[in-house]
């Protein structure tokens, strides 16, 4: 009971100094992790086990942590390495990516395709926006297209706050279509054991059906503001794609290892190529073409995210330990009396609110032992709730300036070229998306699996 | 004047900081920025200066705010870097003027052509130059001085190590109610001065 006490106590302490946002959020973790392995593993349970369990490095000493022959297995305790060092793979191919030009290439040549005329960009760089989160992180991916935004408002005058709203949605959407979208979805993917293919077949195909009802929204949201845009005649070198490309070898090599990460990705339960496996063999790949850039791609990559992961998935492993979230998973069940309709809506619209608020990925992180323990107890089907949880999380990150990283970094960057965002201005538009798509999610989940 | 010279001038609300600020930019003939100093970021960056205004010298809110890879939620965090990133680019340009606040004082401490001023003055002093200023009562005028300097001291001191008012922070601290707004001017013009040939 002390150790489950605990627990709690490092967790809630933890959620609240995210929240606050004073000291770094890696910090946060990895303190509140070294907490939970001496008080809760250390003091109170005095386990050697659990923490050896939580820490989990034995698994990547196996070969099924690189290479799945036949089924996927199932892994939910304690740090996921495999989210780790796929994520930290998936750093150095973006690094790389993104010093070629590749990312600013892109944007100019879709501009240029649809004549540099407001509305088709506006359209086009939602997609497109939506189909890059797909296979890159959605921090990225708004790094650059909220910055080409910029730079096209200045050309063509008109008003980017609308299309970058727009833009962050739908890479956020994007996101929660793959298995390597969001870091909810690569935890959940890698902790039961689910393929890129599973995850296309179905989040995919909640968010393709979203994205098309999302378009129209905010489309007809934005059109006036937008329309208003004066047909400006530009300079077009100022915008031409191939001056975007700072090295054009390096260029090709950063397009061809990322279109190899996207057939490895597609492929991988066929190949039995884990994601782990993936991460590391792109990195190297990355790592070993880059020539003198080395230091500078490895200086680029976010460690901080990592360490932020690994020191979460120990509190979260805290929580497994001590049977806080068995705990949970049985109030879940009760409340919902067993109803498979109850805990679906339970768990998207309570992951839906909280990842409006804090942070999805440590909801998500704690939440898929919650859902494993539910899927036994009830009988429900775990896929159901997983893909439940995954469209909960990642689509409730889009409601709020704070609800996900892509928002924070796509409003801080119009913010800091003059381009204010508000709470107020950027709810009115993204709240009411939000509640439209986890009712599409949760319409289509109904539908398709009860 | 021949070489650089930037005039960092931080103040109480009500000491007449502003004015003894205007008084030295026009005795060393120098632009002053203050809440100006946006509409200057919104002409460079072709925006709306309105948008901008009302975030000037505000501390961002204490919650609901996140930060990712250096990227921040907050509008404040945000304005208050950019009028920093421009104070530092006319700083490093070699420009001269006079900035009223806006953590100047910390923001350029680099520049050792900066000399840091901060204006204080007696509470009653302060009230009374309000009550005149604004036509407007004692009890609205003690109510707007304890506004304004909470406000001022709450955004310096979470984008400045230093605190808002302490003497350790400023070259010079002087309380303007001794000896009235035109003297105190002309002892820190003495300063400057000495302080400019003395470098």
């Known amino acids: 009971m002390i150790s489950m006490i605990m627990?709690?106590?490092?967790?809630?302490?933890?959620?609240?100094?995210?929240?606050?946002?004073?000291?770094?959020?890696?910090?946060?973790?990895?303190?509140?992790?070294?907490?939970?392995?001496?008080?809760?593993?250390?003091?109170?349970?005095?386990?050697?086990?659990?923490?050896?369990?939580?820490?989990?490095?034995?698994?990547?000493?196996?070969?099924?942590?690189?290479?799945?022959?036949?089924?996927?297995?199932?892994?939910?305790?304690?740090?996921?390495?495999?989210?780790?060092?796929?994520?930290?793979?998936?750093?150095?191919?973006?690094?790389?990516?993104?010093?070629?030009?590749?990312?600013?290439?892109?944007?100019?040549?879709?501009?240029?395709?649809?004549?540099?005329?407001?509305?088709?960009?506006?359209?086009?760089?939602?997609?497109?926006?939506?189909?890059?989160?797909?296979?890159?992180?959605?921090?990225?991916?708004?790094?650059?297209?909220?910055?080409?935004?910029?730079?096209?408002?200045?050309?063509?005058?008109?008003?980017?706050?609308?299309?970058?709203?727009?833009?962050?949605?739908?890479?956020n959407l994007g996101g929660s279509a793959t298995m390597c979208g969001d870091p909810p979805n690569i935890i959940i993917g890698t902790s039961f054991g689910y393929s890129f293919a599973d995850f296309v077949t179905n989040t995919g195909l909640i968010a393709v059906i979203s994205l098309v009802v999302i378009v129209l929204y905010f489309y007809l949201v934005f059109r006036k503001e937008l329309s208003s845009a004066g047909n400006v005649v530009i300079d077009e070198s100022k915008a031409d794609p191939s001056s975007a490309i700072t090295d054009k070898k390096a260029f090709i090599i950063s397009t061809v290892i990322f279109l190899l990460a996207v057939v490895l990705l597609v492929t991988h339960a066929q190949t039995g190529l884990t994601v782990s496996f993936i991460g590391v063999l792109i990195a190297a790949i990355t790592l070993l073409t880059a020539g003198k850039d080395v230091v500078k791609i490895l200086k680029g990559v976010d460690y901080k995210t990592l360490l932020f992961f690994i020191g979460l998935f120990m509190v979260v492993g805290g929580l497994e330990q001590t049977g806080v979230l068995e705990v949970v998973a049985d109030f879940i069940g009760k409340v919902s009396g067993g109803k498979m309709t109850v805990m679906i809506a339970i768990i998207i619209w309570v992951s839906a609110i909280a990842s409006g608020f804090v942070d999805n990925i440590p909801f998500a992180a704690t939440m898929i032992p919650v859902i494993k323990t539910l899927a036994a107890t009830t009988g429900a089907d775990l896929s159901v709730l997983a893909w439940t949880?995954?469209?909960?999380?990642?689509?409730?990150?889009?409601?709020?300036?704070?609800?996900?990283?892509?928002n924070v970094v796509g409003t801080s960057i119009a913010a800091r070229e003059g381009y204010p965002i508000s709470w107020k201005k950027y709810c009115f538009s993204a709240a009411p998306a939000t509640i439209i798509v986890v009712l599409i999610s949760m319409v289509c989940i109904y539908v398709r699996y009860l | 004047m021949n070489k650089q010279l930037i005039i960092s001038v931080g103040r109480e609300f009500g000491s007449g900081g502003h004015v003894i600020a205007h008084k030295l930019a026009e005795h060393y003939q120098l632009p002053v920025y203050d809440y100006n100093l946006l509409r200057e970021i919104a002409i460079e960056k072709n925006v709306n200066p309105e948008e901008l205004e009302k975030y000037d010298e505000k501390p961002r809110r204490v919650l609901f705010n996140r930060t990712v890879r250096g990227y921040s939620s907050s509008v404040e965090d945000n304005i208050h870097k950019m009028q920093f990133d421009f104070l530092r680019k006319k700083s490093d340009a070699g420009e001269s003027f006079v900035i009223i606040g806006r953590c100047s004082e910390e923001i350029l401490k680099d520049n050792p052509n900066m000399v840091s001023i901060f204006i204080l003055a007696d509470y009653e002093a302060k009230v009374t130059r309000t009550m005149e200023r604004e036509n407007i009562t004692r009890e609205h005028a003690e109510k707007l001085i304890a506004f304004h300097n909470r406000k001022r001291?709450?955004?310096?001191?979470?984008?400045?190590?230093?605190?808002?008012?302490?003497?350790?922070?400023?070259?010079?601290s002087i309380n303007s109610s001794r000896i009235g707004l035109d003297e105190t001017t002309r002892v820190i013009i003495d300063y400057i001065d000495a302080r400019y040939h003395a470098k």
């Open chain 1, 7 to 171: 627990a709690i106590a490092i967790f809630v302490i933890m959620f609240g100094l995210i929240i606050w946002d004073k000291i770094e959020r890696h910090i946060v973790t990895l303190a509140c992790g070294l907490a939970t392995a001496v008080l809760v593993f250390g003091v109170c349970m005095r386990s050697m086990d659990a923490f050896l369990e939580t820490l989990n490095i034995r698994n990547i000493f196996t070969l099924g942590f690189w290479y799945e022959a036949g089924t996927a297995s199932e892994s939910t305790s304690g740090i996921n390495w495999a989210t780790v060092i796929f994520l930290a793979g998936m750093m150095i191919m973006v690094e790389g990516m993104a010093r070629a030009g590749f990312f600013r290439w892109l944007c100019m040549t879709i501009a240029k395709t649809v004549k540099y005329k407001v509305i088709p960009i506006f359209l086009t760089f939602m997609v497109m926006s939506f189909i890059l989160a797909m296979f890159i992180d959605s921090i990225t991916v708004i790094l650059f297209l909220a910055a080409v935004t910029l730079e096209l408002a200045q050309l063509l005058k008109f008003n980017p706050v609308p299309m970058i709203l727009s833009e962050i949605f739908c890479a």
């Open chain 1, 389 to 406: 949880l995954a469209m909960g999380t990642d689509i409730g990150g889009s409601a709020t300036p704070i609800g996900a990283s892509a």
């Open chain 2, 153 to 172: 001291k709450a955004y310096h001191n979470y984008y400045c190590k230093g605190k808002w008012g302490d003497s350790r922070n400023y070259e010079l």
